[in-house]
C-alpha cells in the first residue's frame, strides 16, 4: 500500500542546470499537487493537476517552471535554468477523484542550487 | 487567492499541558484540514472536517469547523514530547483547490 512517492528524495544542481522532480500519486488517486516550502516557512501551492490536464497553475512562477501529469507515469515537476533562490523542499500531495478528499503527502525532494 | 491566517506561530510548553491552535481566513471553505509535519517529512493529516459546526477528535487532538466556515481550531490536549512538530490548517475549495496557514511550530519541553 504505497503512499506517495516522491524521487529523488535530495537533488543538487549547479546554477543554470535544470532540475526534475517526480511524483508518483498514490495507487487510484488521479489529483495531484504541487507545493513549494521554504526553511521555517509554510506551504505555497504551486501547482494542480488532473491526468493530462493542468487545473490550476497560479502559484507557478511564469518562467523556467513548468509541470505535466501525463496518462501514463509520474508527474514532473520541472525547474530550468536553476537559480540559488529555487532551492526549497518541493512537496507533491495527491487526492482520490472527487470533492472533498484530503490530500496526502510524498516526503518531498529538498532540491539545493549550488 | 485565499489567505489563511494561522496562529499562533510558535508554542513552547511544558509536558501535560493543553494545546490550542487556530485559523482564520476572509474565504468560506467547503473543507478544514489539520496535518502535522516533522522534521525531513512531509506533512501527515491528522483530522478532516467537512461541515459547519462539526467538531472531530483523534485520540488527543480535537479540531472544530467553524460555523461561519471561514475558520477552525486545533486542540491538544495533555501534551507530550512526541506531538513536537509544526501544524498546519488547510482549507479546501469546492473545486478542489487547498490552501495552507503557515503552520504552527510546537515545542513540548519534558
Known amino acids: 500500500n504505497a503512499g506517495v512517492m516522491q524521487n529523488p528524495r535530495h537533488l543538487v544542481r549547479r546554477r543554470g542546470q535544470e532540475a526534475r522532480l517526480r511524483c508518483s500519486p498514490m495507487k487510484g488517486h488521479s489529483h495531484v499537487y504541487w507545493y513549494r516550502q521554504l526553511p521555517e516557512e509554510g506551504l505555497k501551492f504551486m501547482v494542480y493537476?488532473?491526468?493530462?490536464?493542468?487545473?490550476?497553475e497560479s502559484g507557478m512562477p511564469k518562467e523556467r517552471f513548468s509541470a505535466e501529469f501525463p496518462k501514463e507515469g509520474p508527474s514532473i515537476l520541472r525547474i530550468q535554468q536553476v537559480v540559488r533562490g529555487d532551492s526549497a523542499a518541493y512537496f507533491c500531495?495527491?487526492?482520490?477523484?472527487?470533492?472533498?478528499?484530503?490530500?496526502?503527502f510524498g516526503n518531498g525532494t529538498r532540491l539545493t542550487v549550488t | 487567492g485565499q489567505q489563511l491566517n494561522q496562529s499562533p506561530q510558535s508554542m513552547f510548553i511544558q509536558e501535560g499541558e493543553d494545546v490550542s491552535m487556530n485559523c482564520t481566513s476572509s474565504s468560506i471553505f467547503n473543507t478544514w484540514l489539520w496535518y502535522k509535519q516533522e522534521p525531513g517529512e512531509g506533512p501527515v493529516l491528522l483530522i478532516a472536517l467537512y461541515k459547519a459546526g462539526e467538531l472531530t477528535s483523534n485520540g488527543r487532538l480535537t479540531a472544530q469547523f467553524g460555523i461561519t466556515r471561514k475558520d477552525s481550531f486545533l486542540n491538544i490536549s495533555a501534551s507530550i514530547p512526541s506531538d513536537v512538530g509544526i501544524y498546519f490548517c488547510?482549507?479546501?475549495?469546492?473545486?478542489?483547490?487547498?490552501?495552507f496557514g503557515a503552520g504552527t511550530r510546537l515545542t513540548v519541553k519534558p
Open positions: 488547510a482549507g479546501q475549495t469546492n473545486n478542489n483547490d487547498m490552501r
Open positions: 493537476l488532473q491526468k493530462e490536464n493542468i487545473i490550476d
Open positions: 500531495a495527491s487526492s482520490p477523484q472527487g470533492k472533498d478528499s484530503p490530500l496526502h
